[in-house]
């Protein structure tokens, strides 16, 4: 579990989205990951120097990858990007492509030899391109990490779409990213409950997070409809989802979110701000939530939040305050804090928080003196 706080605009979501951005890139090619961001990745080269291309690198205990990418005087960015991806577990496998080029090359191997591809689909990542490679252990890898990579804003999800007209009916046990089909989500996992118990975790924290909640129904209304009631205590009939509040549908988006891939599958999560909408008792639920997800059903979590009650919820060295400091972004583990560790004897880090006794957002980011 990793939870990232601090300042708005210090960086928190920008390094969510730069995992993201090599999972587009991987499904699509890197012209479509780099047009679904809009013209505002250039922000990420402010302060470079003329030439000094933007790198990416993503790392698992077996395998490292790089991508590269390069922005002209215009600010455009080469949607042709460069590439380097070196095997752990085999020392001496890589494969490596310059930025604006449609040849990579494979060292290691058979005899440690040396092989050049000539790629059909420049603007395609190589490591999505020949999964037959000399390198294909080391490919599929970190394809299944990157793959498993999914970011969920929580502002960004279709809460009054869901509500109004519900989801589109399907069969897939897997949440879109702004969760358009979570009832036909729930519905597969709802049909499932006697081979695994996704439905049931799920249920078990929304019941915990919301006392009165009491059950679901999941049904399709139409051919291509599925929609939602809610089973509440004191209600004499089931509650439509347009009449529920929005914290009841953000909580289960959430639930989802963690819990819907078998155990042991989809190992990387990551949500922006799951805090919106919700009561502190329902975030102290999610940050239990969080935590089964994190040690019981084998995913890696990353969050980033604002919310002193959800940081609460987890220990010092889960905790990575995110601040800008000399125009850049720089990340501390609470627990490598010296001067606060008396402190987090007696107080919650969400209350050291709060105080500004970390990652304060009244204090100026410092800024370099550049060329005054």
């Known amino acids: 579990m990793n939870v990232l706080f601090g300042p708005s605009g210090a960086g928190k979501s920008s390094l969510l989205d730069a995992i993201s ?12 990951a780099l ?32 991508v590269t990418l390069l922005a002209s005087l215009n600010g455009r960015i080469d949607p042709v990007p460069g590439e380097r991806l070196r095997s752990l577990a085999r020392p001496g496998f890589s494969l490596e492509r310059a930025i604006g080029t449609a040849q990579a090359f494979y060292f290691g191997g058979p005899a440690s030899q040396t092989q050049s591809v000539d790629l059909r689909e420049p603007k395609r990542l190589v490591i999505a391109h020949h999964p037959g490679s000399p390198h294909a252990f080391e490919e599929d890898l970190f394809a ?38 979570l009832w036909s989500v729930l519905r597969t996992l709802d049909g499932r409950r006697l081979l695994d118990d996704r439905y049931t975790t799920i249920m078990k924290y929304m019941a915990e997070g919301f006392p009165t909640f009491k059950g679901l ?16 205590a ?8 347009s009449e529920i509040s929005d914290g009841h549908i953000q909580f289960l988006l959430l639930l989802t979110v963690l819990f819907c891939d078998p155990r042991g599958t989809a190992p990387l999560v990551m949500i922006d701000e799951p805090e919106t909408l919700l009561h502190p008792w329902a975030l102290a639920v999610l940050g239990n939530a969080i935590r089964e997800a994190a040690e019981k059903w084998d995913r890696q979590v990353i969050l980033a939040t604002h919310s002193p009650v959800l940081m609460s919820q987890f220990e010092p060295n889960e905790l990575l305050a995110v601040e800008s400091k000399e125009g ?3 990340i501390t583990r609470v627990s490598e804090m010296d001067d606060i560790q008396d402190l987090l004897q007696d107080y919650a880090a969400g209350s050291l928080y709060m105080s500004e006794a970390i990652a304060p957002q009244s204090k100026p980011p410092e800024v370099p003196n550049v060329g005054r």
């Open 328 to 330: 850049r972004t720089q």
């Open 35 to 66: 047009a679904k961001r809009g013209p505002g990745l250039g922000v990420l080269y402010d302060g470079a120097g003329l030439g000094e291309p933007i790198r990416i690198v993503l790392s698992t205990d077996r395998v490292e990858y790089e």
């Open 217 to 232: 129904i999941a049904e399709a209304t139409a051919p291509t409809v599925v929609y939602a009631q809610f089973l509440e």
């Open 21 to 32: 951005f090599v999972r587009d890139g991987y499904l699509r090619d890197a012209e479509f």
């Open 234 to 241: 004191g209600r004499r009939r089931p509650v439509y989802a």
């Open 144 to 181: 299944d990490v990157v793959l498993s990579g999914r970011l969920y804003h929580s502002r960004s999800m279709e809460l009054a779409n869901l509500k109004q007209h519900g989801s589109p009916a399907g069969t897939e046990a897997h949440l879109m990213e702004q969760g358009e089909n």
